[in-house]
């Protein structure tokens, strides 16, 4: 049996302050009900960040910001720095959604920087990696993700590796337009994506979440938890509305803990 799952979502670019309250109050409510072995967390826009840490402060739930700068300080027009998120006092940090790697052109580079910036912080880098359409239909998922890897954690000790959570969302499953990936392929790719961390970290490897997500929802959730190499679900849509998550966390818990 696994030993603790995390399972959270992304709200991207879609609730406001009161909306993001709304859902936390009740969210902290499902929390204290559910075993501690599910780690929770959301992750809201920068504007809702403080207001939602004052109610979820003292409760399980991690909070995690969408992204962030990698200098501390600076001539950044429009950028967040890791020392004013810590300031707030976020868990974690997102970093290269395939959304930020798409629209803002975000590379392994620029992630690699805000992970070892975040470190310092003690905030937990959730870095996302995944194929698109194209490396798929071109068989060449592995060699992309394994590239994805190398370069976002570079220069990190094994330390700093057990601080990290990975997230494996393949870009053509995720969003509106998404097909759900086939559960045999996640195995697959889950599978390798261990071997690669455990040749990046010997042992450490092995410690590392790997969470899976791109159209996660009711129907198919239970089949990616049930993986060995899937230690957790990255959950957009399926998760925005309180009473759809809270149905996905109840049958998740007497899943795995009944
Ligand atoms: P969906 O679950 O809506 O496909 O989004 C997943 C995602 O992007 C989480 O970061």
Redesign the pocket.
């Known amino acids: 049996m696994k030993k603790k799952i995390w399972i959270g ?2 709200w ?1 670019m879609t609730k406001t302050i009161a909306e993001g309250l709304d859902f936390t109050h009740e969210l902290k409510k499902i929390a204290e009900a559910i075993s501690p072995n599910i780690q929770l967390f959301i ?1 809201p826009s920068h504007t809702s960040l403080f207001p939602i840490k004052e109610v979820i402060s003292g409760s399980t739930i991690y909070l995690g910001a969408q992204n962030m700068h990698w200098e501390d300080s600076g001539a950044y027009t429009g950028e967040i720095s890791p020392r004013m998120l810590d300031e707030i006092g976020i868990d974690m940090i ?1 970093l290269g ?3 930020r790697r798409q629209y803002y052109n975000e590379t392994d580079e620029a992630i690699n920087k805000k992970i070892l910036a975040a470190l310092e912080y003690s905030i937990k880098p959730l870095i ?1 990696i995944g194929e698109n359409i194209e490396q798929k239909n071109n068989l060449i998922s592995k060699e992309t993700l394994s590239a994805q890897l190398k370069v976002c954690l570079k220069g990190l000790s094994k330390e700093q590796a057990k601080q990290v959570v990975i ?1 494996y ?1 393949p870009v053509w ?4 337009q ?1 097909i759900p990936a086939e559960v045999e392929y996640v195995e697959e790719i889950h599978d390798f994506l261990r071997q690669t961390l455990i040749g990046l970290f010997d042992d450490t490897g092995m410690e590392i979440p790997v969470l899976y ?5 009711h129907d198919n959730f239970l089949n990616y938890i049930n993986l060995e190499n899937v230690n957790g679900l ?6 925005w509305e309180i009473d759809s998550f809270q149905k996905i966390l109840y049958q998740l818990e007497s899943h795995l803990f009944d």
């Open positions: 979502t992304n991207k992750i997102e959604h395939s959304e996302c997230a969302e499953a995720i969003g509106e998404g997500g791109g159209s996660v929802n990255f959950v957009g849509r399926a998760a």
